[in-house]
């Protein structure tokens, strides 16, 4: 399956070839533009020329949070995500041996996915079934019992991120989530 979520034909092969890729996009997509939020491992890989977890993990703290700070930045809270990026990257070597795949592969079911997921820094319960979502429409991990796990991220429509295959798509999502901010307000 290809992944088009960036606009970027380079950024989003890094998502479809680096499943830690993919993790880090959606732990950057908060208040944040999310193509430029997906597009934001390609930049880290760029700068600091891997994004093996165990290499990220054990980078110098000050530098990695600089090479995301560097602008254009990686994230517009670009020292608090450095600093999750490592998080993220340390448990994925200290519970599931430095391979990220691992931590939707090894899941035994959809529940257990979204609790895995959810104990990641940066994952709430929202984030965590979007991403659920994603993994089973873009790639095709579809571990069972995804679609109750992933709620209504799971229905056909532009809800999220993982509704998002090319600009019209990404638009329509922006669309979605501008109405719903604007129901919420009312």
Do not use: C, N
């Not at 597009?39 to 110098?60: K, N, Q």
């Not at 229905?155 to 604007?182: H, I, N, P, Q, T």
Request: glycine letters at 8%.
């Amino acid at each position: 399956m290809a992944i088009h979520i960036t606009g970027d034909e380079h950024a989003d092969q890094v998502l479809q070839d680096s499943p830690f890729a993919l993790l880090t996009g959606m732990l950057l997509d908060q208040q944040f533009p999310m193509e430029r939020a997906f597009a934001g491992p390609a930049t880290v890989l760029e700068r600091f020329g891997s994004l093996e977890p165990a290499e990220v993990a054990a980078a110098d703290p000050e530098q990695f949070a600089g090479l995301v700070a560097e602008p254009p930045a990686v994230h517009r809270f670009p020292g608090s995500m450095a600093g999750k990026i490592q998080d993220v990257a340390r448990i994925v070597v200290s519970e599931y041996d430095g391979d990220t795949a691992r931590l939707w592969d090894g899941a035994s079911d959809a529940r257990e996915l979204l609790r895995r997921v959810k104990a990641l820094p940066g994952f709430g319960e929202q984030k965590a079934r979007i991403f659920v979502a994603l993994l089973a429409k873009q790639y095709g991990v579809r571990p069972e019992g995804w679609e109750d796990v992933a709620g209504d991220y799971a229905l056909d429509g532009y809800r999220s991120v993982a509704d998002v295959v090319d600009a019209d798509s990404l638009a329509r999502v922006r669309a979605f989530k501008k109405e719903k901010k604007a129901a919420a307000k009312a």
